[in-house]
């Protein structure tokens, strides 16, 4: 038995060592003219390089079987070709035709490399370029341009998304596909992720528990890292933003290298802002926050295989808006002393990718670290807990043709919860939570057009605590927890390619999401209220239906989906109408069956006649509500977007110039829960302005942009201030300025 293993793993070394995969091409346009500096990336690999001035390009030491590499061009639509490697050179020219209109991009999110097309999943991709996204100290506010995404927010520092009325743990994070795990429970903690070497971000909306198990029951939002720099150069930039509204000012400064198969970069950052100003220009008492970060990445790539190692490091600072602060500070300041909460994040990651002849093996792991501490008066710790958090999955790719793809895989996260230093207040218990999963997708195209996608998987979670106060003192005492929860979840979906322009999408999913530790023990005071938990809670179970129409041409693109989700136990925290001795409202964790249902629409469109010229819409709307009628909590407004912007490629001594006008307006949200209260509509406008200036050999960009010009007094229906009678910021100018650098080194 022995021999016939050494003589299978000789016979495999052997075809992989002897594989001598290479692809060569040449990119033109449309006119047959090389294009310089064109991109070419296999995201399966991690690895890319650039087109050289003749337009000729090379990549090297690639694996045997199917891989997709993507082909892009500032001002020219992107192009995704599938090939099929066997250990001989290909060829591979490309021509990419000149378009105003954005491309589908390559993702990852939905389990394996594939384009927005193919996905049965509608997956949404958020690049974050500087000149296109919103300016604002507020890194979550940057996502609400996604139609049907939100955010709870408490101000600049503290918020949280919301995808089509779900939020908190019914949204699985993930930091570059490990899933995020820093006390994302609450509506008064924040993201905990900054926009430091983040190229875009993928948001699949609608459950995806198949693919990442529970608290995907509402959707996901994978922060992509940056590429690595393009083979034989080194590259860098720096960023500085300044906002007016918050005094604010944000640095971020990175360089990247990359070798034929080595590869890595460090990214430091920072921001610090004081108190912001509400509409009207009166300051927001401990609104400010102060974040720093460090990240730093490393791989190897070959035909062997890809492997990746990252570490992230997040520190914030983060003042509470709460009672006893507004009361005691007086004056606009930026540092935190009091009333404040403070989180230290720390996360290793190692994410590799085997080539197996027809297969591929993913196999990665993380660990991750936050600590999180609340301050009251100057040195009162009145929390302090600790969450650590071992996550690790294998998935394999079993042999696939162009037209189909098969994969299984195990899943599984590991995690504690610590209190420290027995600090005056345990919200939550220490407690040990396990999870452990298998799953198996499949894709299949029929005739060139139909995308079949279906898959299944099993989740086996366990949650034990420990014991808190005594027995004799019924009033603070909290029982010992040990719960087990199993279940299934999956979903089958399609896509249908009518014609070359038009898709349409459609997807059932059944998902869950079991109790997380805060709901089924929480038993103290969190910022202004008194939390209650329920050891008796059960998991949701959420069944929903999706449908979506996509048209695009060269100058025009439309969009439109519905969905109706059906969470059978869906879990919220609500008012018992009681107060504690002290005055403080009583919250208790509750269930109810509900339904969410809604859609959103896109349209993009850029005139023939006025190449220049861009207009874009969107309009989103949810309503949730319960079995008995009442509504769902933290559900945001109707809301509908306009864009008009202007691109010149090159305006006399500006290369790249633009200027834009958008205007988001929030219809009345009348649909409040029980302890909400209805909203007043509102409309903001804002300005940018912006372009490339060359300084000799030095390319700098610029931008100047000005968010709630008039400077408007709302309340958005998410925003916690409305607990204190405080208003939404009010106007913000911000100036942007990058400077790119970077060398070319021999090969």
């Given at each position: ?22 692809i ?33 390009y ?12 993507q ?34 991009e ?40 996604v ?16 995808i ?12 570059n ?37 529970s608290?995907?029951?509402g ?17 860098g ?7 007016s509204n ?14 034929k ?6 990214r430091v ?58 009361e ?9 002393h009091?009333w ?39 040195g ?40 420290l ?8 218990p ?22 079949v ?13 420990h014991?808190i ?50 709901e ?17 809670l ?45 005055g ?26 006025l ?32 864009e ?50 060359k300084?000799?050999n ?6 100047l ?14 925003s916690t ?8 910021p ?18």
């Open positions: 038995m022995n021999r016939i293993f050494i003589i299978c793993v000789m016979i495999l070394s052997y075809h992989i060592s002897n594989a001598q995969n290479k060569t091409g040449k990119i033109t346009d449309q006119d047959n003219l090389p294009l310089t500096g064109a991109g070419i990336f296999i995201s399966d690999m991690n690895k890319g390089t650039v087109s050289n001035t003749d337009g000729t090379e990549l090297s030491n690639l694996p045997n079987g199917k891989i997709k590499i082909f892009s061009y500032i001002g020219y639509g992107n192009r995704v070709e599938s090939v099929v490697l066997n250990g001989k050179s290909l060829e591979l020219n490309i021509v990419l035709t000149q378009t105003a209109i954005e491309a589908e390559v993702v990852v999110s939905g389990g394996y490399n594939s384009t927005q097309h193919e996905n049965a999943v509608k997956i949404d991709v958020l690049k974050l370029d500087p000149q296109t996204i919103i300016s604002t100290p507020n890194f979550t506010e940057v996502l609400t341009k139609p049907g995404v939100d955010m709870i927010s408490k101000g600049s520092g503290v918020s949280k998304p919301v089509r009325g779900l939020s908190m743990n019914d949204i699985l994070v993930l930091n596909g490990v899933r995020y795990e820093n006390y994302q429970y609450s509506s008064h903690h924040p993201l905990g992720i900054d926009e430091f070497g983040i190229e875009d971000v993928e948001i699949i909306k609608g459950p995806a528990s198949l693919l990442y198990g608290d995907a029951i959707g996901v939002i994978n922060f992509i890292k940056e590429k690595p720099a393009p083979i034989g150069s080194i590259i930039d720096y960023n500085m933003q300044l906002f918050t005094l604010g000012m944000t640095n971020n400064l990175g360089i990247k290298g990359a070798g198969k080595f590869f890595g970069g460090l950052g920072q921001k610090t802002n004081s108190d912001f100003l509400q509409g009207g220009g009166a300051f927001v008492p401990n609104s400010r926050f102060n974040e720093m970060s460090v990240k730093a990445n490393a791989g190897f790539t070959d035909k062997v295989g890809t492997f990746k190692l990252f570490y992230d490091f997040n520190n914030q600072k983060l003042g509470l808006v709460e009672d006893e602060a507004i005691a500070i007086t004056q606009r300041g930026r540092e935190n009091i404040y909460q403070e989180l230290n994040t720390h996360l290793l990651s190692s994410q590799n990718k085997l080539y197996l002849g027809r297969f591929k093996l993913d196999i990665n792991s993380a660990f991750q670290n936050t600590e999180l501490v609340h301050f009251g008066n100057v009162v710790y009145e929390i302090q807990m600790e969450l650590a958090t071992l996550t690790y999955d294998v998935k394999l790719h079993l042999p696939s043709k162009e037209n189909s793809e098969y994969i299984i895989g195990f899943q599984g996260f590991n995690q504690t919860n610590t209190n230093n027995d600090r005056e207040t345990k919200l939550l220490d407690a040990t939570t396990n999870n452990y999963s298998a799953f198996g997708l499949l894709q299949y195209t029929f005739f060139k057009k139909l995308k996608q279906t898959g299944i998987r099993y989740d086996k979670k366990s949650i034990s605590s014991a106060g005594l027995v004799t003192e019924p009033m603070t005492y909290r029982a010992p927890l040990d719960k087990s929860f199993g279940s299934f979840s999956g979903s089958i979906g399609a896509t249908y390619n009518l014609s070359e322009k038009l898709l349409f999408r459609a997807n059932f999913a059944a998902a869950y999401r079991t109790p997380n530790l805060a089924l023990t929480s038993n103290g005071q969190h910022e202004l209220r008194y939390e209650i938990g329920d050891h008796n059960v998991p949701e179970n959420a069944y929903e239906t999706d449908l979506s129409l996509h048209y695009h041409k060269d100058n025009f693109t439309f969009d439109i989906a519905g969905f109706y989700n059906i969470v059978n136990n869906y879990i919220f925290i609500s008012p018992t109408g009681e107060i504690t001795a002290s403080i409202d009583i919250f208790k964790y509750k269930q109810a069956n509900s339904t969410l249902f809604g859609g959103e629409a896109g349209l993009h469109v850029h005139p023939e006649t190449k220049w010229l861009h207009f874009e819409t969107t309009f989103s709307s949810v309503t949730g509500k319960q079995k008995n009628g009442d509504y769902l909590p933290f559900v945001p407004a109707h809301k509908l977007r306009f008009l912007r202007g691109e010149k490629e090159k305006l006399m001594f500006l290369k790249k110039a633009f200027a834009s006008i958008n205007t988001c307006t929030a219809f009345n949200q009348n649909n409040a829960a029980p302890d909400e209260t209805a909203t007043a509509g509102y409309t903001l406008i804002d300005l940018c302005i912006g372009s490339n200036v300084l000799k030095q390319l700098i960009s610029l931008s942009c000005a968010n709630n010009i008039l400077d408007r007094k709302y309340i958005d229906h998410l201030l409305k607990e204190v009678n405080l208003y939404n009010g106007r913000n100018i911000s100036l942007n300025l990058k400077i790119p650098f970077g060398v070319k080194m021999n090969n």
